[in-house]
């Protein structure tokens, strides 16, 4: 089907770049099938007879027309370093330039960087996967990233994390029980893993979004996915930060040697079993768009919830303590906000199911 230029047909609806207008199709030829283009968008974009432009088809069937050859360029950025003097302004600079996708990231001063700066950035761009200081002189630093996005659809990323979360959950706990710090430092070693992954997911949907072809490759059929896709990461990347809580209060009771009886070890492993059910069932739920999976998920929540709520209060009541109270509380608190958390997961499972027809849910018309 081709496409031809008609500046001497219909103009354009004026407005809202967002306005509609129809289009006879018409037969050019044996084969072919053509519509002008509006005169208001070829006037913008510069388009005339014999150029190129891209077409592409997104999830719904709708087609995306563009000017010219849709190809990445490469993306570079300069940071002044001399209007960013704190380490986590900086911080959030170059981690910011990186997940909107910039290739190079060049941080500079008119004078001299400070060994702090210096410093800080080894450290974020040790944290940032792909990113490499190729050039590092006092004045300044280039930063070069090497992802290939095409190598990494964003559902695989996104069972890699939750495997990771998986770890770190299964580690904290059993450092719980058996008072074994080795394990809860494991949990904190992952967590950094976690991080790093969170944010090449973050770089990815951004690129998918910029660039149609970059999307279709590695997955996002559409800015919805994406959106939904944003959130998950980000959800499971609280949970990660949980995890990370529970594992260093496990390590503070170990550091003050403080015992945890029996009984109410007993009851702190339920609810960690109870959470982490939750957990794998939500997440399980996301990636098949199992619904019931989800409903259930969310019934275990209920459950989990009302063992928090219990705990706490014999805590409050019968602990004389106040180290020992604190450290039970910080660990069921951190424990309750993942269930809360799984909420969210759920949430996603559940719209994900509603854009489709299923054998629950007959959908009609557009």
């Known amino acids: 089907m081709s496409m031809s230029v008609g500046e001497n047909l219909t103009t354009f609806a004026q407005g809202s770049p ?3 207008e129809t289009r006879k199709v018409q037969r050019v030829g044996k084969s072919s099938l053509a519509i002008s283009l509006p005169r208001n968008w070829v006037r913008q974009t510069g388009v005339k007879q ?34 960013s003097r704190e380490k986590e302004l900086l911080s959030r600079l170059v981690t910011g330039c990186y997940v909107l996708g910039y290739d190079t990231i060049v941080v500079s001063s008119k004078d001299e960087l400070l060994p702090e ?19 590092l002189s006092m004045k300044r630093v280039t930063i ?13 990323l996104i069972r890699r994390m939750h495997v990771m979360i998986s770890s770190m959950f299964d580690a904290a706990l059993n450092a719980l029980r058996k008072g074994r710090p080795e394990l809860a430092n494991e949990a904190l070693r992952i967590e950094s893993e976690v991080d790093e992954l969170y944010w090449l997911i ?4 951004l690129l998918a979004l910029r660039h149609r072809e970059i999307g ?34 496990v390590m503070r009771l170990k550091e003050f040697e403080i015992e945890v009886d029996d009984r109410m070890m007993k009851r702190l492993s ?4 109870l959470v982490q059910t939750v957990f794998e069932e939500t997440v399980k739920s996301l990636f098949t768009r199992d619904i019931r999976l989800a409903s259930k998920a969310l019934e275990t929540a209920k459950q989990a919830a009302e063992e928090e709520r219990e705990l706490t209060s014999q805590i409050m009541e019968g602990s004389s303590d106040a180290k020992v109270a604190a450290s039970l509380r910080s660990i069921i608190w951190s424990l ?31």
């Open 18 to 20: 967002r306005a509609k």
């Open 50 to 83: 014999g150029d190129v432009v891209t077409l592409s088809e997104d999830s719904d069937g709708a087609l995306r027309l563009e000017p010219g050859y849709l190809e990445r360029t490469s993306m570079k950025c300069t940071i002044n370093a001399d209007l």
């Open 117 to 135: 700066q210096l410093e800080e950035i080894r450290r974020v761009v040790k944290r940032l996967r792909g990113l490499e200081i190729v050039e």
């Open 144 to 156: 070069q990233s090497f992802v290939d996005p095409t190598r990494f659809p964003v559902d695989g």
């Open 202 to 205: 973050v770089r990815q949907l």
């Open 216 to 249: 279709a490759t590695i997955g996002i059929d559409s800015p919805l996915h994406a959106v939904g896709d944003r959130v998950a990461s980000k959800t499971l990347e609280e949970i990660g930060d949980f995890i990370e809580n529970l594992a260093n209060e």
């Open 270 to 273: 339920k609810l960690g079993d």
């Open 336 to 366: 309750s906000q993942i269930a809360r958390y799984c909420d969210i997961i759920a949430e996603i499972t559940v719209n994900r199911f509603l854009r489709q027809s299923s054998n629950i849910l007959t959908i009609e018309g557009t």
